[in-house]
């Protein structure tokens, strides 16, 4: 049986997000009813769910154009989603160069994942002339904003003295905050910089939640960095991350559940 709402029943972006947890199916009719009435949060839920192929049929091209709409009405993370799409060829051919404009526009208008993506396009010279000083500023605005992937960049920065002066105890708090806000790299990077102050026990806590969080890609190289480590419960470690990367296996999801 069809998923019918009435037009004063219709929900905000909060529940239809909800209601993907409970129901995928019946929610992605009740978000393609509200996207079709222009409500823009739904919009970009569309191209969430299509792009990800959760409750509907996966189509990249479709999720790519509900972005666009949403993103033509004002909703920034759409925005952001329209360069996401374009810096990796998800329904479109990839071109960084247009990504960039994209995170861009976002990033200028405060959105953190905006500045957070434009950052990492800067600070890589894809689509745009490097400029490690600008994305680094990005990478601050973000973290201040509360984004925790940006933290834990401005923490490296600042840790290893990267077009800034060097900082540890600056860094020491971004990576605290980072991986307080769940970022598993973070974590990591919180985690080493404990060991190497002596505090094992500490370190061995955030090594565990990184572990829980982090994707293959992130798993082998962290791998490779915990084997190489001094302390025997930190080189321990080690295996733990090769096991959880071998029970993956598959490459890391492209989807976008981190950008949501």
Not at 164 to 175: K, S
Not at 195 to 223: M, P, S, T, Y
Not at 238 to 243: E, I, L, N, S, V
């Amino acid at each position: 049986m069809a998923f019918h709402l009435r037009r004063e029943e219709r929900l905000d972006g909060e529940q239809l997000r909800a209601m993907l947890d409970e129901s995928p199916a019946r929610a992605a009719q009740a978000i393609l009813m509200a996207a079709k009435e222009g409500v823009l949060d739904a919009q970009a839920l569309l191209g969430q769910i299509l792009l990800e192929g959760r409750g509907i049929e996966r189509d990249e091209a479709l999720a790519l154009r509900w972005f666009r709409i949403a993103a033509q009405g004002g909703h920034l993370m759409a925005r952001n989603m329209v360069g996401r799409c374009q810096e990796h060829g998800w329904g479109c051919a990839a071109n960084e160069r247009a990504a960039a404009g994209e995170y861009r526009q976002a990033a200028e208008a405060g959105l953190d994942w905006g500045l957070y993506n434009y950052a990492n396009l800067l600070a890589t010279g894809r689509g745009v002339t490097q400029d490690q000083q600008q994305a680094l500023a990005c990478y601050r605005q973000a973290a201040e904003r509360g984004h925790a992937k940006s933290m834990n960049l401005l923490g490296r920065y600042l840790e290893e003295g990267q077009f800034c002066a060097q900082d540890v105890p600056a860094a020491l708090e971004w990576y605290r905050r980072s991986a307080q806000g769940g970022d598993f790299r973070g974590q990591f990077s919180y985690a080493a910089m404990l060991a190497e102050h002596g505090q094992i026990e500490a370190a061995l806590e955030w090594l565990h939640k990184a572990l829980e969080g982090g994707n293959l890609k992130f798993l082998r190289v962290a791998h490779r960095a915990l084997a190489a480590a001094n302390d025997p419960q930190i080189r321990a470690m080690a295996d733990a991350y090769q096991q959880r990367a071998e029970e993956l296996q598959e490459p890391a999801s492209r989807l976008l559940r981190d950008q949501t």
